[in-house]
């Protein structure tokens, strides 16, 4: 029997800061105008997992049922359940987001439920964030940023797509008619901000909290 030391990466009581602090987005909440089109927020510091296993694994797909609450979805797929999120990533991949400090106990919760399976549970909550991003005119602001078809007949809600965005890339999430989100790699977030107020200004952008 092997054993697996699952390193807990927030340690309770930190002062933890999301990949878009340095850049002051914390400091606009509330500053936009009452006009704005399109409103954003960062769902920062929450726990990022990424799985892998065998998808067509009915074992495999009740272990992962049993530790989430979460079917397993298919090619492109994303299901919700309040703030936890399940996303297919590839063939044998998908990405668990749950509420911030949660993480830790989400992949004890899996590692036990997938105890004599192949299947791997990496924790990469520092390594990107999510913008999210409400408004009817937020598909607009996607389509100049985006070559991927975002029209609904293409993009329904419970999609989410891994794609190319101005000049580096992300996945998109659309999560309700009128909300998307951007799942960003902190080391692009910088750009994705700046580039967002740019896309955004013809629209108006408020920050929210």
Not at 35 to 62: C, P, Q
Not at 72 to 91: D, F, H, K, M, R
Request: glycine residues 10%; contains cysteine.
């Amino acid at each position: 029997m092997s054993t697996v030391n699952v390193y807990k990466q927030r340690p309770d009581a930190a002062h933890a800061q999301s990949p878009l602090f340095h850049a002051g987005l914390h400091e606009l909440v509330g500053k936009g105008k009452n006009t704005a089109a399109i409103n954003v927020r960062e769902k920062k510091l929450l726990g990022h997992l990424t799985l892998r296993g065998d998808g067509h694994d009915t074992a495999f797909a009740g272990a992962v049922y049993k530790a989430t609450a979460l079917e397993l979805p298919s090619a492109l797929g994303l299901v919700i359940n309040g703030e936890t999120s399940l996303q297919w990533l590839g063939p044998d991949e998908w990405l668990l987001i749950v509420p911030s400090g949660e993480e830790f106990a989400a992949e004890q919760r899996l590692r036990d439920a997938l105890t004599g399976q192949h299947h791997q549970v990496v924790n990469v909550s520092g390594g990107q964030t999510i913008l999210e991003l409400s408004g009817a005119t937020v598909r607009e602001m996607l389509m100049k940023s985006t070559t991927y078809d975002v029209h609904p007949r293409n993009f329904p809600v419970g999609k989410a797509v891994g794609t190319t965005f101005a000049k580096t890339q992300l996945v998109i999430r659309r999560t309700g008619d009128d909300t998307w989100e951007l799942l960003v790699r902190r080391s692009f977030s910088d750009y994705i901000w700046l580039w967002l107020q740019d896309a955004c200004a013809e629209f108006g952008l408020a920050v929210k909290a």
